[in-house]
């Protein structure tokens, strides 16, 4: 018998423990989200019947973490907001800064980054109130994946390597399986991709150990991405084609396009056309009807490398042009150089031999300011080796 059918039946009886309901569909949110979810809707659906604020706070706190995890922002952001201010009322800190966290992720996926690391702040300062150990795992990967929109590399491994450390002492294979992989995005955006690769690897091996297959997905996405800064291109292809065809359903319906981007890069390097115009164009949907900008700039970033690999160098250039022009605010450094690359070889094989020279320095200069940006990595990269040996053995 169900709580609600207890609740219905026998409101004074014993058994049912609306408190208890809610605390559970918040624990076993991610080992059984089904039933999870099942569980918050119903506490919601019958608040009025026992009038407790704190149960309804965690109903929705759960139902807010499960509109997130589903891309439904909207929804989220009302469930999460009667959640805080729920708790706010009752005193419950530890929901009410849960609450604030999953809130502030809302704001990071609409790339409001700054508004993010305000409510992020706001927890932090008091102290997370007793957040358990995956829960500060959490908000310090969150808070990396903030700086990283902001393209702050050195913030972001900063809190990155503070995730890390939440771990010690544990079993929680998928979510160090997580922050390596990040680490690993964080060192290809430095140019430390031999050590992005190391951390890539071992990324792999504890995703194996688990069954995130989103988490599995962007693993691979980014060693192909690896792959091909070091012009290992065999590599890329192989690890590519494993990803579209364990990954196959995940990468072309989104949300992020990702994925496909770096496949489609893989596959025009290896001279495999019919492959990468695939990938290119589902790349391109998604971008259109997600409408986010960062996924209209990677699609944009990868036509340019394309029509570069098949020697079109008159579009790739026009495409780069563009591209610098239409993004200007919101290319990252690693992006921009990229692009400087490209348009070199481009304007040398257009023989304009003056936007050649012009393209040169202005990467040289780009250069030098992610000269310090390399620094901090090598020094996390560091730590991490030395905890990576401690676990691995």
């Known amino acids: 018998m169900s709580a609600v059918q207890i609740l219905r039946d026998d409101p004074s009886s014993p058994d049912f423990k609306p408190l208890e309901e809610a605390l559970r569909a918040w624990e076993i949110r991610r080992s059984d989200p089904k039933e999870s979810h099942r569980l918050a809707m119903d506490l919601i659906d019958h608040a009025l019947e026992f009038d407790d604020p704190l149960v309804t706070g965690w109903a929705y706190l759960t139902c807010g973490a499960h509109e997130l995890a589903a891309n439904e922002f909207d929804t989220a952001q009302e469930s999460l907001g009667s959640a805080i201010k729920l708790f706010a009322r009752t005193g419950e800190k530890r929901g009410e800064s849960l609450a604030t966290i999953l809130r502030a992720?809302?704001?990071?996926n609409r790339g409001e980054f700054h508004t993010a690391l305000e409510m992020y702040k706001s927890v932090i300062e008091r102290e997370a109130h007793g957040l358990q150990t995956l829960e500060r795992f959490e908000a310090f990967n969150a808070i990396a994946g903030c700086f990283w929109g902001l393209d702050n590399v050195e913030l972001c491994l900063l809190y990155l390597s503070r995730a890390f450390d939440t771990l010690r002492n544990t079993d929680y294979n998928t979510e160090r399986a997580t922050i390596l992989s990040n680490m690993g995005a964080a060192l290809l955006a430095v140019g430390n991709y031999e050590a992005a690769r190391e951390f890539l690897v071992a990324a792999a091996k504890f995703s194996r150990l688990g069954s995130d297959r989103v988490l599995g997905l962007n693993i691979l996405a980014n060693l192909v991405a690896c792959h091909n800064e070091l012009k290992e291109i065999p590599d890329a292809v192989a690890v590519s084609t494993r990803m579209l065809s364990d990954y196959q359903d995940l990468a072309f319906t989104g949300p992020s396009n990702g994925?496909?981007?770096?496949?489609?890069?893989?596959?025009?390097?290896?001279?495999?056309?019919?492959?990468a115009d695939r990938c290119l164009v589902g790349a391109q949907i998604i971008a259109q009807e997600s409408g986010m900008p960062m996924w209209q700039l990677v699609v944009a970033q990868t036509e340019v490398v394309v029509a570069a690999a098949r020697g079109n160098h008159a579009v790739a250039a026009a495409h780069a042009e563009a591209l610098l022009s239409n993004f200007a605010d919101q290319l990252s450094s690693e992006a921009r150089s990229q692009v400087f690359s490209v348009l070199i070889v481009c304007y040398q094989h257009l023989s304009r031999l003056d936007d050649m020279l012009a393209m040169k320095k202005k990467r040289l200069s780009l250069s030098e300011s992610r000269y310090h940006a390399g620094l901090t990595a090598a020094m996390v990269v560091l730590d991490l080796r030395a905890s990576l040996k401690h676990i691995v053995g």
């Open 259 to 275: 994925a496909l981007c770096n496949a489609a890069t893989a596959f025009a390097y290896g001279k495999q056309w019919a492959l």
């Open 105 to 108: 992720r809302v704001e990071s």
